[in-house]
């Protein structure tokens, strides 16, 4: 089936430009999660939503970052006022199981990763 | 912040070979997964490992968790070229669901 799809799979800026980068996640998933991936580093964790409620943005790096999914199905990830520090590979992820929290604890899955945008702020 | 480290950070066999690479991370984890990133590409998912595991196996991937000493270890037997990739283990730590990488061991198999 399907997978997890980005677009634009490469995205130039001008410093101070907004960008929107968008993701598909595989059809049923609950969980959509965003990274980001600096130039020969692992990816460090953005936001994560369970359907349409962001339940963390604790890495987002600053509030020129925002991220949406309405629908509970496509996201969208905005940076406002791009900085050239910007500049990386963002990539998103979804999974098809929640983390509960519950008493039983977290559930956990695999998360399936698409292609990645990658940013360049000039 | 990145929780793992791997070691080696670059590794170089020839084809036929066994390639190990380690995984060390800080916190208390639910699983611990590896991903391989071919360049300019995503991440691809190749096998996890629950908290209450101790090894898996998947085809030519042998993987090792030890809880106490909070390490992990990948093995590919009988290395490919196709095998040339970043491979990068990430802990899901038990306070949530995100995933948390470490900075990848980068292996190249020479034909």
């Known amino acids: 089936g399907a997978g997890v799809s980005q677009s634009p799979r490469y995205k130039v800026a001008k410093r101070g430009q907004d960008v929107a980068l968008r993701c598909d996640p595989i059809?049923?998933?609950?969980?959509l999660f965003w990274y980001q991936q600096a130039l020969g580093q692992g990816p460090e964790f953005l936001t994560y939503?369970?359907?349409?409620?962001?339940?963390?943005k604790s890495g987002l790096p600053s509030d020129r970052f925002f991220a949406e999914r309405p629908e509970g199905s496509v996201s969208t990830l905005k940076i406002q006022r791009t900085q050239q520090e910007d500049s990386a590979v963002y990539l998103c992820?979804?999974?098809?199981?929640?983390?509960?929290?519950?008493?039983?604890?977290?559930?956990?899955?695999?998360?399936?990763f698409g292609p990645g945008t990658r940013l360049t702020v000039l | 912040s990145q929780q793992g480290e791997e070691d080696p950070q670059a590794l170089s066999i020839q084809e036929g070979e066994n390639a190990t690479m380690n995984c060390s991370y800080k916190?208390?984890?639910?699983?611990l997964q590896w991903y391989r990133q071919n360049s300019g590409r995503g991440l691809v998912h190749l096998i996890l490992?629950?908290?209450?595991?101790r090894e898996k196996h998947s085809g030519r991937l042998r993987v090792t968790l030890d809880t106490s000493k909070k390490s992990s270890s990948l093995l590919i037997t009988a290395s490919r070229a196709a095998d040339t990739a970043s491979y990068f283990c990430?802990?899901?730590?038990?306070?949530?669901?995100?995933?948390?990488f470490g900075e990848g061991t980068q292996l190249t198999v020479n034909p």
């Open positions: 990430a802990t899901e730590e038990t306070s949530g669901s995100r995933l948390t």
């Open positions: 939503f369970q359907n349409e409620a962001q339940l963390d």
């Open positions: 490992i629950r908290s209450n595991e």
């Open positions: 916190t208390s984890i639910n699983n």
């Open positions: 992820a979804s999974s098809l199981l929640d983390w509960t929290g519950s008493l039983a604890g977290p559930l956990t899955d695999t998360q399936y």
């Open positions: 059809s049923g998933h609950v969980s």
